[in-house]
């Protein structure tokens, strides 16, 4: 048997296996963020096919973070019952879940949040041009405070654990990074004090769900843009973490969900696991589990990553989309997924029920 079908932990949490399903934003919320039968089906879909941990899409903390239109929410207790009936979903299915929580910073629009977009400074980027206004100090403990809450109503919806999302342009992201953080105050202005946000989010968070409940976080290990962080700073990043008492990290990079992290023309033996180096170099400075994504396709190359010791899990998002059941294909004989990494899940704005490629690889 596959190492990859061996069961492993992260904290208190034992998983049948070490696929993960990464964070992936379903768009299939009602418009104001609650849970929908269909999202609750999509789930039992994912978890039927026994995936060892499996990560919702990103989940916004507070109305003012929200990034995208039918994104799942986790802002207010009114939220709980709904997502309750995801976990409970899961684990009627003997699988595992974890709630992605985040705050989008910039990195939304003012036709989705109905107001001018936060930052820690007023530096725009990317798709949305329109200029940031920068946090206050008291706006920033009161977001540090939403992400508390937001993993206690995770904990109390019975979830298995929460990913702080620390990538991809989104807030905690934009404090880290040197490029979107320009303050010189005590959240700014060197590589502890940008560290700060994150920090007292853990802290926080921590401190709301006790020790026994699992924080893992989604990790920048290097923006891709000039002036942002490269994968020595990631690594300092997640040592820092790591001794705090992170439960697992996972690798990622790239300033907002684009080319760098959803990589084009990925196909079995062609372009898989470009993370693989920075989780590989993690993995040698932390002492936590670490977790790779990013074009991962052939199952050997997967166990390949496992053991050699380059990470602990492999974790997938556009696979699971085409194939649902690929665990279960693994597990029957199958060498590799059929997803041909077109990337039309990613760009769509209708809900992710199914592949969208009409090609077969």
Same mark, same amino acid.
């Given at each position: 048997?596959?190492?990859?079908?061996?069961?492993?932990?992260?904290?208190?949490?034992?998983?049948?296996?070490?696929?993960?399903?990464?964070?992936?934003?379903?768009?299939?919320?009602?418009?104001?963020?609650?849970?929908?039968d269909?999202?609750?089906?999509?789930?039992?879909? =994912?978890?039927?096919g %026994? /995936?060892?941990? @499996?990560i919702?899409?990103? $989940?916004?903390?507070?109305?003012?973070? !929200?990034?995208?239109?039918?994104?799942?929410?986790?802002?207010?207790?009114?939220?709980?019952?709904?997502?309750?009936?995801?976990?409970?979903?899961?684990?009627?299915?003997?699988?595992?879940?974890?709630?992605?929580?985040?705050?989008?910073?910039?990195?939304?629009?003012?036709?989705?949040?109905?107001?001018?977009?936060?930052?820690?400074?007023?530096?725009?980027?990317?798709?949305q041009?329109?200029?940031?206004?920068? =946090?206050?100090?008291? %706006? /920033?403990?009161? @977001?540090i405070?939403?992400? $508390?809450?937001?993993?206690?109503?995770? !904990?109390?919806?019975?979830?298995d654990?929460?990913?702080?999302?620390?990538?991809?342009?989104?807030?905690?992201?934009?404090?880290?990074?040197?490029?979107?953080?320009?303050?010189?105050?005590?959240?700014?202005?060197?590589?502890?004090?940008?560290?700060?946000?994150?920090?007292?989010?853990?802290k926080?968070?921590?401190?709301?769900?006790g020790?026994?409940f699992?924080v893992?976080?989604?990790?920048?290990?290097?923006?891709?843009?000039?002036?942002?962080?490269?994968?020595?700073?990631?690594?300092?990043?997640?040592?820092?973490?790591?001794?705090?008492?992170?439960?697992?990290?996972?690798?990622?990079?790239?300033?907002?969900?684009g080319m760098e992290?959803?990589?084009r023309?990925v196909?079995?033996?062609k372009?898989?696991?470009?993370?693989?180096?920075?989780?590989?170099?993690?993995?040698k400075?932390?002492n936590?589990p670490?977790?790779?994504?990013?074009?991962?396709?052939?199952?050997?190359?997967?166990?390949?990553?496992?053991?050699?010791?380059?990470?602990?899990?492999?974790?997938?998002?556009r696979?699971f989309?085409?194939?649902?059941?690929l665990v279960?294909?693994?597990?029957?004989?199958?060498?590799?997924?059929?997803c041909?990494?077109?990337?039309?899940?990613?760009?769509?704005?209708?809900?992710?029920?199914?592949?969208?490629a009409?090609?077969?690889?």
């Amino acid at each position: 048997m596959s190492v990859l079908f061996a069961p492993a932990r992260i904290g208190t949490v034992e998983l049948r296996n070490r696929f993960v399903r990464s964070a992936t934003n379903d768009r299939m919320t009602t418009p104001d963020g609650k849970v929908s039968d269909e999202l609750v089906d999509y789930y039992v879909l =994912l978890a039927r096919g %026994e /995936i060892g941990l @499996i990560i919702t899409g990103h $989940a916004y903390i507070h109305p003012l973070g !929200q990034g995208s239109a039918r994104q799942l929410g986790v802002y207010d207790d009114s939220l709980v019952p709904g997502l309750k009936r995801i976990a409970d979903a899961v684990h009627e299915m003997k699988g595992n879940v974890a709630m992605q929580i985040t705050h989008a910073g910039r990195q939304t629009q003012m036709e989705i949040i109905g107001e001018t977009p936060v930052a820690p400074s007023a530096i725009p980027y990317g798709l949305q041009k329109a200029m940031p206004r920068e =946090l206050s100090n008291s %706006e /920033i403990e009161k @977001i540090i405070e939403d992400y $508390a809450s937001a993993a206690r109503r995770a !904990q109390e919806a019975r979830f298995d654990a929460v990913q702080l999302h620390g990538a991809h342009g989104y807030l905690i992201n934009q404090f880290l990074s040197p490029f979107s953080n320009k303050r010189t105050d005590k959240w700014g202005g060197d590589d502890e004090r940008r560290f700060r946000f994150l920090r007292e989010v853990y802290k926080a968070v921590r401190k709301k769900v006790g020790s026994g409940f699992p924080v893992l976080i989604k990790l920048a290990m290097k923006d891709f843009v000039e002036g942002g962080l490269d994968v020595f700073a990631g690594i300092s990043i997640a040592e820092r973490l790591s001794e705090l008492g992170i439960d697992a990290i996972e690798t990622s990079g790239g300033f907002s969900s684009g080319m760098e992290n959803i990589k084009r023309d990925v196909l079995p033996g062609k372009g898989e696991a470009y993370f693989r180096s920075e989780a590989s170099r993690l993995k040698k400075s932390v002492n936590v589990p670490v977790i790779l994504v990013g074009g991962l396709r052939s199952l050997g190359i997967m166990e390949s990553i496992v053991k050699n010791g380059d990470a602990d899990f492999v974790s997938l998002s556009r696979p699971f989309i085409r194939e649902p059941d690929l665990v279960l294909r693994f597990k029957s004989g199958a060498r590799e997924a059929s997803c041909i990494s077109c990337s039309k899940c990613s760009i769509s704005r209708e809900p992710v029920l199914e592949c969208l490629a009409t090609e077969k690889a």
